[in-house]
């Protein structure tokens, strides 16, 4: 390929964003897919915006055309599989040659989690598609996760989760577009899948600890019943992720998200980030705002 054109499905999202600008940095044309016009203003700066959105197959049809590569995000959606299903065998009925999967962690078909048996249905069904060259990759939790209890965190220094002192092994979201980049612009992964985690797993009351570190105060973890989450998550999102939300939650309270493995180094060719390199580089988002008067 001499400047390939790769299409970022999901380019507003978490991995997306960080997407783009890894991959303008290894020389390609990238196009963000974005659901509507407006939606351009949140793209990275260098990245083309194409208009579809995934439940319009003709847009969608139109975002593929000329396209060497797609990184496939699902959306927060309930029928997300399905979505994804139908934009994978769009991409492989248009002839695109390589088309890379963002699944999760552990995702297998009998898993009591509704979001890695989605995951694991998405899988199968690009894995037996036929397409040219395809790859997977299974990111554990995402170390970004935290900033959703950012505003907590900022007025009260404490939050909470159902995870005791379980230990994951979370990842930094721009190691998983870092690697992404990798494998959407170089030959060599087809039918691989990658398991994207940190360099250790990590409890929650670490997390606080590296945090309260970077901040430079004190914030606290506490264990808290899953119901109690529920409650909380049911105000902030519709309940079909909420309950998907606290089933990730019991996946990683019982330990099974806890390996360690060597892709993200192996891809990227360097470690992947630490807990403590995100507390640090993320640590404004953490820190109370100074009260007025105060230098
Ligand atoms: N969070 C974690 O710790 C974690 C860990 C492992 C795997 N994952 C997986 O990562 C995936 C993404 O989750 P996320 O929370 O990080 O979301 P996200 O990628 O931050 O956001 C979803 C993206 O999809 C776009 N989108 C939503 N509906 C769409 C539609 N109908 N058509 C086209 N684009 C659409 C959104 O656009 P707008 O900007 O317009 O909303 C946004 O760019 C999920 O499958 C999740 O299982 C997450």
């Not at 769009?90 to 048996?117: E, H, I, K, M, T």
């Not at 007025?155 to 002192?165: K, M, N, W």
């Not at 691989?192 to 430079?216: D, F, K, M, N």
């Not at 808290?224 to 606290?246: N, Y």
Request: overall charge negative; proline content about 7%; aromatic content about 6%.
């Amino acid at each position: 390929m001499d400047k390939p054109t790769i299409l970022v499905v999901g380019a507003t999202g978490q991995v997306g964003s960080l997407l783009g600008p890894a991959l303008l940095k290894c020389g390609a044309h990238v196009r963000g897919m974005i659901r509507t016009p407006e939606r351009a203003a949140a793209l990275p700066a260098g990245v083309e915006p194409v208009v579809a959105d995934l439940r319009d197959p003709r847009a969608v049809a139109g975002a593929l055309y000329g396209v060497d590569a797609v990184f496939l995000n699902s959306p927060s959606a309930p029928d997300a599989a399905d979505l994804q299903i139908q934009f994978a065998e769009r991409a492989r009925s248009v002839g695109v040659p390589r088309l890379v999967l963002l699944s999760q962690y552990a995702a297998r078909s009998d898993s009591p989690v509704r979001f890695l048996r989605w995951h694991a249905a998405v899988e199968s069904y690009v894995r037996a598609l036929g397409l040219d060259e395809w790859s997977v990759l299974r990111p554990n939790l995402y170390l970004q996760g935290a900033l959703g209890f950012a505003g907590l965190i900022r007025e009260q220094g404490r939050f909470g989760a159902p995870i005791g002192t379980s230990a994951v092994s979370a990842v930094d979201v721009r190691d998983i577009a870092d690697a992404a980049a990798v494998v959407l612009t170089r030959p060599g992964h087809h039918g691989r899948t990658y398991t994207l985690t940190g360099p250790r797993a990590v409890t929650h009351a670490e997390i606080a600890q590296a945090l309260s570190e970077a901040v430079g105060a004190e914030i606290a973890f506490t264990d808290v019943p899953p119901e109690a989450f529920a409650a909380l998550l049911r105000t902030m999102m519709p309940e079909w992720q909420a309950d998907g939300l606290i089933e990730d939650y019991a996946h990683y309270a019982r330990g099974e998200a806890a390996e360690v493995c060597p892709d993200v180094a192996e891809l990227t060719g360097r470690p992947a980030r630490d807990l403590t390199d995100f507390a640090r580089d993320y640590a404004t988002a953490f820190r109370p705002a100074q009260p007025a008067g105060r230098g």
